[in-house]
């Protein structure tokens, strides 16, 4: 195998684990504001608490998603290139549009997260 072969198969690994690595942060972050969204039954619970485990939930359920699809297009991504590698194709082995579409859905369930907080929360703006 050629070393233009190794480097460009190593450079796909690196990228593939830095897709990984945003897809398990993202979810990281998701699956925490889940698990601690989860009401605590020893404690009496105000209007405000709940308020406040409504909105994490919301924020996790958002976020889930967009993790997984981060996850999948690094797995997509990884593949695509690496069949373009082995098979020797000359040419460009980017993609332009997939990663500005995952920007644009993070972008949105972002904006969707602050409308949510906003429109839920109960607690006054501090700017």
């Known amino acids: 195998m050629p070393a233009d072969d190794v480097k460009q198969i190593l450079a796909n690994e ?4 830095e897709w990984l690595n945003m897809a398990v942060t993202i979810g990281g972050i998701a699956g925490g504001l889940l698990g601690f969204s989860v009401g605590n039954n020893n404690t009496a619970t105000t209007a405000q608490h709940e308020n406040a485990e409504a909105v994490a939930q919301y924020i996790g359920l ?8 981060f996850a999948i297009y690094a797995c ?8 373009k590698i082995l098979d020797h194709q000359t040419g460009n082995l980017q993609v332009v549009n997939s990663p500005i579409t995952l920007g644009v859905i993070l972008m949105f369930s972002l904006a969707a997260i602050l409308v949510i907080d906003l429109t839920v929360s109960d607690r006054p703006l501090h700017v």
């Open 62 to 69: 958002t976020l889930l998603p967009v993790s997984m699809l």
């Open 76 to 83: 997509w991504l990884y593949k695509y290139r690496c069949s």
């Open 14 to 17: 690196r990228t593939y684990l």
